[in-house]
């Protein structure tokens, strides 16, 4: 247990319904990533947030966004579906700003029919 | 079940050999790498990372090699368990280190 919760662990959704994954990092890390992981893709970095601010930015598409909120944890939001998001979703921690270790998360693995 | 990597390159070892996953990193530029271990239904769970100013790192029945010459990176399990049945990938980063590129993977199957 690496010490990220995700919620949920499965979602089920329709193309074009919006959802929202979150995710709580480890106890005193300020940083958190998400990626997405798909057949064809393979694991890809999406965005980081450290002490609630925008730091990195990956592929992340238009119809995707994130935050960060006071307490640290973190939630992604998924709008205008489409079948092609259809994967797992990993959120990860790590202490600082950069320079340590990702802790990742059991994921989300999200079905879009 | 795991739907992911279904199509990845597997290593097939004996229970108690040696095992050498291999990857070759893209960017010559990066300078920090890591190994992850990812098991069916789970995240990556972080095995091993080494830094650019070393070629060799070990842990507890692991070892990472690094070769910074043909940009080449190995992961070495010693006396490998039913227990390392995963996928393998590794992950490089350069600079500040908060993005991580990952490889493809390497399923490990080990047979007793």
């Known amino acids: 247990d690496s010490g990220v919760t995700q919620t949920p662990k499965h979602l089920i959704t329709a193309t074009g319904q919006r959802v929202t994954l979150r995710c709580s990092p480890r106890?005193?890390?300020?940083?958190v990533y998400w990626y997405q992981q798909s057949l064809d893709q393979g694991l890809q970095f999406l965005i980081q947030?450290?002490?609630?601010?925008?730091?990195a930015k990956g592929n992340i598409l238009e119809r995707f966004s994130a935050q960060q909120f006071p307490d640290l944890h973190s939630e992604l939001n998924l709008s205008s579906l489409e079948l092609g998001d259809s994967a797992l979703y990993f959120c990860?921690?790590?202490?600082?700003?950069?320079?340590?270790?990702?802790?990742f998360g059991p994921g989300t693995r999200l079905l879009v029919l | 079940g795991e739907s992911v990597g279904l199509h990845l390159p597997t290593l097939s070892v004996q229970e108690g050999d040696n095992s050498i996953i291999n990857c070759a990193y893209s960017?010559?530029?990066?300078?920090?790498f890591i190994w992850y271990k990812q098991e069916s239904g789970k995240g990556p769970q972080f095995i091993i990372d080494?830094?650019?100013?070393?070629d060799k790192r070990q842990g507890q029945r692991v070892t990472v090699l690094l070769n910074k010459t043909v940009k080449h990176l190995s992961l070495q399990i010693a006396a490998t368990q039913p227990g390392d049945s995963a996928v393998y990938f590794c992950?490089?980063?350069?600079?500040?280190?908060?993005?991580?590129?990952f490889g493809a993977g390497t399923r490990l199957a080990v047979h007793p």
């Open positions: 960017n010559s530029a990066s300078d920090y």
């Open positions: 990860a921690s790590s202490p600082q700003l950069a320079g340590e270790t990702q802790y």
């Open positions: 992950a490089e980063a350069s600079g500040g280190y908060n993005k991580l590129i």
């Open positions: 106890s005193g890390d300020l940083s």
């Open positions: 080494i830094r650019s100013n070393m």
């Open positions: 947030y450290y002490n609630g601010e925008e730091r």
